[in-house]
């Protein structure tokens, strides 16, 4: 039975300025991201199945099994629920010394926002919880409002010198969720301190997506620098702590910008092979369209 979830612009608690201020795209609407029948109780008693309209019969899109039995037979209609049981959801922000350079953490904040905003106007429940080579702050709030308004002031000046150790930390995390893992799993990062032999998906990966359910959602922060770019600049390792003279021609920029497309790539790949969906952010008007074609894929699948 298909679920469509309804949301009226009008109940909206945030003021849209200050949304857009941040970089929020405001979607009109975005159905909550399901999940396969029967893998990922929620652990709780949901509101069951309301009634939310019927409209007519398409053949070959709809299941017959939908059909109003008490329909005249020249005028099919199908029946629609909404679920009123909402999702748990949970977001890792990589807030490592890498994540610091201002192309990151621009995409990095907008995408933290963007996800809470959205999934939780969808009708879902978003925490956000910060971590780089350990687990840090929490942020869950029991309204969007005050979710928002909290995260927005916690990623202002989010900076920490450790480096990124996901694999770790994504240990600790399960460890202290026990029994209470999130039903979905954000990963924002740019998963710089990945190597080769961090990606021995049956040692160190497998068990992971296994406790998780393979519910894990990388969202690869990635950049290109413009090509306008020409010039001495002096540069900041956030990792190193130094400082540095570049010299920026276009060939090294677009060597920069090669080295990590194919960075990127070969994340992806791993991805796909562990099975896992992703999201690649390299500008901001990115991520709520990404966003969008993910809840649609996760809802062909469970069909």
Known sequence: MRTISRHNDAALDIDRQTLQALGVLIPLRLSPLKFLPGRHPLG???????????????????????????????????IEWEEEVQASITLLADVSASMALPLKAALRNASLLQLTYSLWRAGDRVGTVFFSSTL????????????????SEALTGMVTPASTDIVSVLRTYLNQARRRHPDLLFLVSDFVSLTENDFELDTQWRPILNQLRHNLIPVIITFEIPAGIRGMMKLWDPERR?????????????????????????????????GLDYLVVSGQRQIYPQLAQLARQRRRRKN
Do not use: C, Y
């Open 44 to 78: 709780r008693a949901g509101g069951g199945l309301r009634f939310l309209r019927t409209r007519p019969f398409q053949a070959g899109e709809d299941n017959p099994r939908d059909i109003d039995k008490f329909s005249p037979p020249d005028d099919r209609q199908v």
């Open 136 to 151: 840090h702050q929490e942020i869950r709030q029991a309204n969007l409002k005050m979710q928002m308004e909290r995260l």
């Open 242 to 274: 130094t400082r540095s003279l570049t010299w920026f021609s276009p060939d090294r920029v677009g060597e920069v910008n090669r080295e990590e497309r194919e960075r990127v790539a070969s994340l992806t790949q791993h991805f796909r092979a562990a």
